[in-house]
T-cell receptor, first 116, second 112 residues
């Protein structure tokens, strides 16, 4: 079974630009979560999607947004990039139901975003 | 709110010696706790998880962890370190709503 895939793996942008990151979950997984990893703040939860709906959200500004498609693939968008957005963005998928939550999340390799 | 505290930012051991990575948690209810490992330029891999079935949890690659409610601890151990164990380890608590709360990480260094 293929794991969680993320594209692209590396990305370089300049301040003010916007960026879209993509995540394909494990087949059959309908929940996709996003995390940001930086040396200063560590790993922080961004948001989680299930059946194309955002169910949970972390404490990030509105510049960070996401969506999920009917095939469970998810995208994350960051607008008006700032230097502090440079980070490793990790996507995780899990096998859950509509009204249930699973603790076991399977992570992709991440997208390394550098903002210049 | 749930939180975890990893007591050591770095731990150095020699190959073949025991590993102990310390984690304390704070939770208003019976928590779900995990240990994840991250190798350089790789994603996070689940080592083991505690979900109240048994206090001693066995994971992959010879790692295990013991849940101690009285001490609010969930320390990770391995009897004998291998060079391939060198990585960053994260203690994690779940808030029950698909949100994982990560500790600050412990970098394990293994010398020959």
């Amino acid at each position: 079974k293929a794991g969680v895939t993320q594209t692209p793996r590396y990305l370089i942008k300049t301040r003010g630009q916007q960026v879209t990151l993509s995540c394909s979950p494990i087949s059959g997984h309908r929940s996709v979560s996003w995390y940001q990893q930086t040396p200063g703040q560590g790993l922080q939860f961004l948001f989680e999607y299930f059946s194309e709906t955002q169910r949970n959200k972390g404490n990030f500004p509105g510049r960070f947004s996401g969506r999920q498609f009917s095939n469970s693939r998810s995208e994350m968008n960051v607008s008006t990039l700032e230097l502090g957005d440079s980070a490793l963005y990790l996507c995780a998928s899990s096998l859950v139901g509509a009204s249930s939550f699973s603790d076991e999340q399977f992570f992709g390799p991440g997208t390394r975003l550098t903002v210049l | 709110a749930q939180s975890v505290t990893q007591l050591d930012s770095h731990v150095s051991v020699s190959e073949g010696t025991p590993v102990l990575l310390r984690c304390n948690y704070s939770s208003s209810y019976s928590p779900s706790l995990f240990w994840y490992v991250q190798h350089p330029n790789k994603g996070l891999q689940l080592l083991l998880k505690y979900t109240s079935a048994a206090t001693l949890v066995k994971g992959i690659n010879g790692f295990e962890a013991e849940f101690k409610k009285s001490e609010t601890s969930f320390h990770l151990t391995k009897p004998s370190a291998h060079m391939s164990d060198a990585a960053e380890y994260f203690c994690v608590v779940s808030d029950g709503f698909q949100k994982l709360v990560f500790g600050t990480g412990t970098r394990l260094l293994v010398s020959p």
